[in-house]
């Protein structure tokens, strides 16, 4: 099945808000990670981490299924160095 055509303007727009939201989740990892040091993480702010990792799990798949969707158009090779570009 092929995957439905996307423009050059909404795959720019969808991946920037990807993107946003990404770098949203990274810095709230950090915050919640970083408020901890040494002291280990009570259970509720635990609980934050975990769906802000599932979340951010997401949000990367997300990334890399529109990257494919647009490859898959014909508009460019496939980013083998995955969502995060690295």
């Given at each position: 099945?092929r995957?439905?055509?996307?423009?050059?303007?909404?795959?720019?727009?969808?991946?920037n808000?990807?993107?946003?939201?990404r770098e949203e989740?990274?810095?709230?990892?950090?915050?919640?990670?970083?408020k901890h040091p040494?002291?280990?993480?009570?259970a509720?702010?635990?609980?934050?981490?975990?769906?802000?990792?599932g979340e951010l799990?997401?949000?990367?798949?997300?990334?890399?299924?529109?990257?494919?969707?647009?490859?898959d158009?014909?508009?460019a090779q496939?980013?083998?160095?995955?969502?995060?570009g690295?």
């Open positions: 099945m995957p439905e055509p996307i423009t050059q303007a909404e795959y720019d727009t969808e991946l808000l990807l993107h946003q939201r989740l990274e810095e709230h990892e950090s915050n919640l990670t970083s040494g002291s280990g993480i009570p509720d702010a635990q609980n934050r981490l975990i769906r802000v990792r799990a997401d949000v990367l798949q997300q990334i890399g299924d529109l990257e494919d969707r647009w490859a158009a014909g508009h496939p980013n083998p160095d995955g969502a995060l690295e």
